[in-house]
């Protein structure tokens, strides 16, 4: 497994969109998750979404209204389309991959953590 590498961030005006990538090479197996945290200055890490190869996809409450993970499995990337983006959701976006997740965000669960790439939404 390699280390997952976040890109596609960037500034956007409220109410745009952006789509990141997260190259993950190395996930092939039921039950390896690769996962969207996203941290905002002065606040804790949190998760956003996640896919658990073989068992689905899951969401943080409140996120899967405006934010939808998906995955292109030839090129080993998963994506994360985010809608409707709003000042509160400037952070930055970490991928991150555990073998087992069962569908949570624990943090201390996922070992292998890609740099980050920073969404900055401005109003």
């Known amino acids: 497994r390699e280390q997952p590498v976040e890109s596609g961030g960037g500034s956007v005006q409220a109410g745009g969109s952006l789509k990141l990538s997260c190259k993950a090479t190395?996930?092939?197996?039921?039950?390896?998750?690769i996962t969207w945290f996203r941290q905002a200055p002065g606040k804790s890490r949190e998760g956003v979404a996640g896919?658990?190869?073989?068992?689905?996809?899951f969401y943080a409450d409140s996120m899967n209204d405006r934010f939808t993970i998906s995955r292109d499995r030839p090129r080993n990337v998963i994506y994360l389309h985010m809608d409707n983006l709003k000042p509160e959701d400037t952070a930055t976006y970490y991928c991150?991959?555990?073998?087992?997740?069962?569908?949570?965000?624990?943090?201390?669960?996922?070992?292998?953590w890609g740099p980050g790439t920073q969404v900055t939404v401005f109003s």
């Open positions: 896919i658990a190869i073989g068992d689905g996809e």
């Open positions: 190395g996930y092939y197996f039921s039950g390896d998750c």
């Open positions: 991150a991959a555990t073998k087992f997740c069962n569908h949570e965000f624990r943090i201390s669960q996922y070992d292998l």
